[in-house]
Nanobody, 124 residues
């Protein structure tokens, strides 16, 4: 069982930056894809970004393209989401997720493991 813990959320002004981290409780095999999703009250979970851990291929949701960067740490236990040029509409709880296959995916149903989430609030 993989446990994921997000950190790095907080309150930032519009135009600012935050870097979210996702740490796994155990060494994650290279054959695991990771993802970031976000959710606001009353809305469905929204795809933000995904990364193929062995090859580093990434994909981003429309809201994240050009502003967010998903990267891996030097080890195999931590991934990061660098968020720049933040907007008030980026305000949400951000979740880290992992799936037990190598390929990236955008539906949240494709992911097997989830963190508890970290709150990001962007003030105008």
């Amino acid at each position: 069982q993989v446990k994921l813990v997000e950190s790095g959320g907080g309150v930032v002004q519009a135009g600012g930056s935050l870097r979210l981290s996702c740490a796994a409780s155990e060494r994650i095999s290279k054959r695991v894809a990771m993802g970031w999703f976000r959710q606001t009250p009353g809305k469905e979970r929204e795809f933000v970004a995904t990364i193929k851990r062995d090859g580093g291929n990434t994909a981003y949701g429309d809201s994240a393209k050009g502003r967010f960067t998903f990267s891996r740490g030097n080890g195999l236990n931590t991934v990061y989401l660098q968020m720049n040029s933040l907007k008030p509409e980026d305000t949400a709880v951000y979740f880290c997720a992992a799936r037990g296959t190598i390929n990236i995916a955008t539906p949240d149903s494709a992911y097997d493991y989830w963190g508890q989430g970290t709150q990001v609030t962007v003030s105008s």
